[in-house]
């Protein structure tokens, strides 16, 4: 029994890391969407061939299967498809001053921002006790999405990678507290926005598994 209790555990251990991976790889996949241009990231590509309608994982979240009914829909003309995408880029994730779903935690605050700030700590003092200098050629703001989801991995490589248990809670802690103060109190309006606001699936169905992903690296977590 105790020989099989351990096969077990090891065997959830390694599927575990294994859906942290694939997290892993969609958050770097979005987070490169909502900051860099579309014609010099590939996206309009992807969205009109339909290379996004197979993710790395599945999963029961409501918002994943939402972003995967976006990724799954047709594209009956791929050249207006490509412009669409290249077109909303810019209403949506352009700059702060002329876009209307700038994806920057400060653009969406939340009644609850003092209290998680207070309770987990400010996205810079995360950022300081981690050592997080990421490159940041386009002068990014650092609660930008593209910036707080490299965060993101970076903690999840962490965690995967730590043996020591007790540093590992410190890291397990610490993604959720992120998580919970820096994504999730904004995330779920950005992702409204997003969805009323652009003329394309595809950013609609970005915002969708962002939002699915994040909350998913979180329920694996605390459960």
């Known amino acids: 029994m105790i020989i099989m209790d351990a ?27 909502v900051t860099i241009e579309p014609d010099e990231d590939g996206l309009p ?9 197979n993710l790395p994982v599945n999963s029961r979240n409501p918002a994943f299967a939402t972003a995967s009914g976006f990724f799954k829909a ?7 498809c490509c412009e ?15 876009s209307v779903a700038w994806p920057a935690e400060s653009s969406w605050p939340s009644s609850l921002d003092s209290i998680l700030h207070k309770v987990h700590g400010s996205v810079g003092e995360f950022y300081s006790k981690y050592s997080f200098h990421p490159d940041n050629d386009k002068n990014l703001p650092e609660d930008h999405l593209g910036i707080e989801l490299l965060f993101l991995n970076k903690l999840i490589t962490l ?17 959720i507290g992120f998580v919970n ?43």
């Open 7 to 33: 096969i077990e555990k090891i065997s959830e251990q390694e599927k575990d890391e294994q859906l942290f991976n694939a997290y892993s790889v969609m958050f770097y996949f979005a987070g490169s969407i």
């Open 84 to 98: 669409n995408v290249v077109v909303h880029y810019q209403k949506l994730f352009g700059d702060k001053v002329n």
């Open 45 to 53: 590509g992807f969205c009109s061939s339909g290379l996004l309608r």
């Open 181 to 223: 103060s820096h994504l999730l109190n904004w995330l779920p309006d950005w992702v409204i926005a997003v969805t009323e606001k652009s003329g394309t699936k595809c950013f609609k169905g970005v915002a969708h598994l962002i939002l699915a992903s994040v909350e998913d690296v979180r329920s694996l977590l605390v459960r």
């Open 74 to 80: 047709p594209c009956t003309d791929a050249g207006s």
């Open 159 to 175: 965690y995967i990678k730590e043996s020591n248990p007790l540093s590992k809670d410190v890291i397990k802690r610490d993604i």
